[in-house]
């Protein structure tokens, strides 16, 4: 078992550089595992859409072109495996065209999961009056708003993820899971983390949230990003994560923006409620006790994170 893993992120959003994945592996070779985030709420809506018009629609068909970019580093040797919520709302049928794609390029031993269960829009219709639906803020009921709903989802963490990875999946295609679980699950699944031991898992859900927003941790929503080396092409980011789960933020050499204390602290703040309680399907995450070292250029140490159930 490899001590360190190195987790990429290549897609922060539906529309992103598709060929961005396939850069960045040119550029970093030695990743073991590539994210690739799709999915919002609005990309949700209009997948849905999608979907009532054409059945097998309703997910990120950028994707199909994002594997057809990858079959070069398969086919030269490259063990990196994919995990991506590209299948918005139609995992099965993004799986099937990716299958296509690979059989046609002769990968028949590259291995595909797909991870269900997040749509549950039938689930809520069918007990539109249970009080569990009811807005989170303003407890409306979600029977005010029935008619028009359009989908409905729950976020899933990592656990499916890191099963399909421990079945030997090298792409798995998901609906909608919490953004920082698709780097949750390749570190439980690597180094064998017990789901309890939530400091662990608190440190790779910093990890997977660091990367999840692709160059805005190296550079792309720092307030000085103007003052950046080469910022019209900020290189994509890299975690690398130890068994301790000590966490490297960095980034390809030879990529445009930066990696420092600075910027990584902008992007840890990004989204966050509560700091001293971060809410993910797979932990409860303090940002409290974190601590941010510069160890080399575009190279920042996090350590620190506190997880509870």
Known sequence: MKNTI??????????????ASAELLEKQPDLDFLTLDYLSEVSLSIMAVQREKVPHAGYAKDFLEVVRSLVPFWKSGSKVKVVTNAGGLNPQNCAEACIAILKQAGLHSLK????????????????????SFQN???????????????TANAYIGAKPIAEALLMGADIVITGRIADPSMAVAPCV??????WNDYDKIAQATVAGHL???GTQVTGGIFTDWL????????????????HEADIIVTKPENTGGS??????KEQLL??????????????TVSLLSLHLEQIGKDRVCVTGAKGKA
């Open 227 to 242: 003052n950046l080396a080469d910022n019209d092409a900020i290189g994509f980011p890299v975690v690398e994560i130890d």
């Open 211 to 213: 990367i999840e927003c």
């Open 136 to 150: 989170m803020e303003t407890r409306q009921p979600v029977t005010d708003i029935l008619e028009q709903l359009t």
């Open 189 to 194: 699944a690597h180094f064998r983390w017990s």
């Open 270 to 283: 990004y989204e966050i409620g509560d700091p001293d309680a971060y809410l993910s399907p797979d932990a």
């Open 259 to 264: 990696v420092t204390v600075d910027i990584v």
């Open 6 to 19: 190195k987790i990429a992120n290549a897609q922060a959003f539906w529309g992103d550089r598709g060929e």
């Open 112 to 131: 595909i999961a797909i991870v269900q269960g997040d749509d549950v829009v039938e689930i809520i219709k069918s007990d539109a009056s249970n009080p």
